[in-house]
């Protein structure tokens, strides 16, 4: 299997919105905990702006963002950025615009839940928020 090369274009991609504390979040439509298993451009590892570190996490889904809450640094991608996810390898594929180039980051969930049935719930809720920000755009 071939491992992709490590992709640092940090001056090409601005910062990051920010995160709110975790005391602060919006309420969730749906969560989970998993793991982050990064974040890739063009099918390569992005390193710029703490994107590059694998561990665990905890997800939620609001009406404002998706959060992923870690240790090495909250992520935080606005609904309007979210363009669509999909499974890949018993984890979740979640696609984003920023910075006028799309992502995806990928996670996998770990809760209770069946895991087919959580991807699915998820895969279903981002996609439908996604198209729903198409036809508004």
């Not at 839940?113 to 508004?136: C, F, H, M």
Request: positive net charge; glycine residues 8%.
């Amino acid at each position: 299997m071939k491992l992709p090369r490590l992709f640092a274009r940090g001056p090409e991609l601005p910062p990051l919105p920010p995160a709110p504390k975790v005391s602060e979040l919006p309420e969730a439509r749906l969560q989970s905990t998993g793991r982050y298993l990064g974040t890739t451009l063009d099918s390569e590892k992005v390193s710029a702006h703490g994107l590059a570190g694998h561990g665990s996490v905890r997800v939620l889904l609001s009406d404002d963002a998706l959060d992923v809450v870690r240790l090495a640094g909250p992520i935080r991608i606005p609904v309007a950025s979210l363009r669509g996810a999909r499974h890949q390898d018993n984890a979740v594929v979640i696609s984003w615009e920023h910075g006028g180039r799309v992502l995806e980051t990928t996670l996998r969930l770990t809760d209770e839940t069946p895991k087919g049935d959580k991807q699915n719930t998820w895969v279903r809720k981002i996609s439908k928020l996604a198209r729903k920000q198409e036809e508004t755009a």
